[in-house]
């Protein structure tokens, strides 16, 4: 890496930075034992297939705030960690045993974000440099004739119908010996891929349309329990506090009382924690579907009285997420802030994995979002980081908080959040039809 490439990483702008500073002493302190800890968690819980989890570093806590099972972006990855990528593609499918020699990427279908596309193109580069005959098979009901996109990289992606016999899925002329999906299934599991006999991966039943981010956060909150206990923390510096309460519908106002009472309460316990550390910052609660991405269905709210108190355009807002889907439960997540800027915008780290190798990760940047808001907006960038090497390398002779030993926390608080996630995934087991290749 250059040294004008590490001056790039983002500046962390809080005075507020002496609890983290402790957090990232004790990494370093017991960077093998972590290690040799995390060893043994994906010996008891293989990992999934791929995840990226959203962070946020406020000084004083650093926390994640998403899991994806699904992630988008591999185009915004430092191109220079391919290898690794390559590498912890191979073990992610040997890991099912899998003697897989064609794989059937089948991802969104917004086909209009060419950014998007982008990121599948690079996906299936990965793939087919890992030694994989990789073709994109597109669930779009309308598809009926394969489909060429011109990318602004200068790559070419080719989405194909899917076809459907008996209990196979294929493409013209290419039957995969294993389904890959980046697609989360928000509008839930569809029929073509019910029931086929090649395995698929992530399993469907980790869509949105059956997961939960309460789910995952309950997974998360017994993690972060046991690794504090290691190094000898209060969890809370790594977990984000939340609660749940049951349906709601924010057209009709059903359940809004529920929602503001429980945000009082979590506000209430926010606020111990802040008097218990010294931080003079405003707590706040943030409101978000309990399924779902693209950062749809989120808001921010300071009291109970904030539920109660949106206007039209803010239930409207709340009330769906991607492809319309409609919102019945939320999960409100203590905030956390990032006091992390690029350029004077307000920034945070993404952390990408594959198997339970960190690979890479980029900064979401917003310019017009503030300290205490969701970045996954409109109008985001991205900033590539050369994550792989510095997550897996910190440097003891520097401060706690220096760009490499901070990568390290990053790498290992996105590896809590995925090992929370391989937990839920224990409870949707993966079968592994023989399928000849």
Request: glycine fraction near 6%; aromatic fraction near 10%.
């Amino acid at each position: 890496m250059s040294p004008s490439y590490l001056n790039s990483v983002p500046h962390l702008t809080t005075a507020l930075h002496g609890p983290l500073e402790h957090l990232e002493a004790h990494l370093l302190e017991q960077q093998a034992h972590i290690e040799h800890w995390f060893r043994q968690q994906w010996h008891n819980t293989p990992a999934p297939f791929y995840a990226s989890v959203d962070l946020r570093n406020a000084g004083f806590k650093l926390a994640p705030v998403d899991t994806n099972l699904f992630p988008a972006g591999f185009n915004n990855l430092n191109s220079a960690f391919l290898p690794l990528c390559i590498q912890s593609i191979q073990s992610a499918i040997e890991q099912f045993n899998m003697k897989a020699a064609r794989i059937l990427l089948i991802p969104e279908n917004h086909t209009r974000n060419l950014y998007y596309l982008e990121s599948v193109a690079t996906l299936r580069d990965i793939l087919q440099k890992a030694g994989y005959e990789v073709r994109v098979g597109s669930l779009i009901e309308d598809l009926s004739e394969p489909q060429t996109f011109e990318l602004s990289s200068g790559k070419t992606l080719l989405l194909e119908p899917l076809v459907r016999q008996d209990d196979t899925v294929s493409v013209k002329d290419f039957t995969p010996c294993l389904v890959l999906l980046n697609n989360d299934l928000s509008s839930g599991i569809p029929p073509i891929l019910k029931n086929i006999r090649q395995p698929i991966i992530p399993p469907l039943q980790l869509g949105w349309s059956h997961r939960l981010k309460s789910e995952h956060f309950t997974y998360y909150k017994q993690v972060a329990k046991e690794f504090a206990q290691q190094i000898d923390i209060d969890p809370w510096l790594i977990d984000p506090l939340f609660k749940n309460c049951g349906e709601i519908d924010f057209m009709k106002k059903e359940g809004e009382n529920c929602l503001a009472k429980n945000v009082d309460a979590l506000l209430d316990e926010i606020h111990d924690k802040y008097t218990q550390y010294g931080v003079s910052q405003e707590p706040f609660v943030v409101v978000k579907a309990d399924a779902g991405s693209y950062g749809m269905g989120v808001m921010t709210v300071h009291s109970g009285d904030d539920v109660l108190a949106l206007n039209r355009k803010q239930r409207t807002k709340m009330s769906s997420t991607k492809g319309g889907q409609q919102v019945s439960k939320v999960i409100m997540q203590e905030g956390v802030y990032t006091f992390e800027t690029w350029e004077d915008s307000v920034a945070e780290p993404v952390v990408y994995m594959i198997d339970h190798f960190v690979v890479g990760g980029f900064y979401r940047v917003h310019t017009s979002k503030g300290i205490n808001e969701n970045l996954n907006a409109p109008g985001a960038q991205f900033q590539p980081l050369a994550f792989a090497d510095t997550c897996n390398s910190p440097d003891k002779t520097k401060e706690p908080d220096a760009f490499p030993n901070r990568f390290y926390a990053y790498g290992v608080v996105a590896r809590l959040a995925l090992l929370a996630a391989a937990r839920e995934c224990r409870y949707h087991p993966q079968e592994v039809p023989a399928v000849p290749c």
